[in-house]
């Protein structure tokens, strides 16, 4: 398991780097995804280099849950037409995640954004989705 304070050839690490984001604490930063999925889907990025969410610390934690509550605040006050979140991570290339950095999306839902929500993060597996 990569485990370091950066990575030069990882993208999530040189966007700390270069200061492309939009808040950021101690341990952590925001940023918005490049591929979203809703308007103001954003990233919240510990700074150390960390394969995936199980190799952060307590305190890494912590800080990552601090920005999520920031982050969603921000969003609440811009858009109006927000009525929920998802809050997702993909630890492991099985489960989706295709940069090595931990990582975690903070997705905006809007009422009608999908036809059918129900099930939400079930849908990784579509067939899963509707219980």
Do not use: W
């Not at 993208?11 to 270069?18: L, N, Q, S």
Request: aromatic residues 10%; proline residues 5%.
């Amino acid at each position: 398991m990569i485990e370091k304070d950066h990575d030069d050839h990882c993208p999530f690490c040189g966007y700390y780097i270069k200061k492309d984001f939009l808040i950021e604490n101690d341990h952590a930063f925001v940023r918005l995804d490049n591929y979203p999925v809703t308007k103001g889907h954003s990233l919240v990025i510990p700074k150390r280099h960390l394969a995936d969410y199980f190799a952060i610390t307590k305190t890494e934690h912590d800080a990552i849950h601090d920005l999520i509550r920031i982050r969603r605040r921000q969003l609440l006050e811009d858009d109006s037409l927000i009525g929920g979140f998802n809050i997702g991570v993909n630890a492991g290339e099985p489960a989706g995640q295709s940069v090595f950095h931990c990582h975690f999306h903070l997705i905006p839902r809007r009422k009608g954004d999908y036809e059918d929500p129900k099930g939400g993060v079930r849908g990784v597996i579509p067939e899963k989705m509707k219980y």
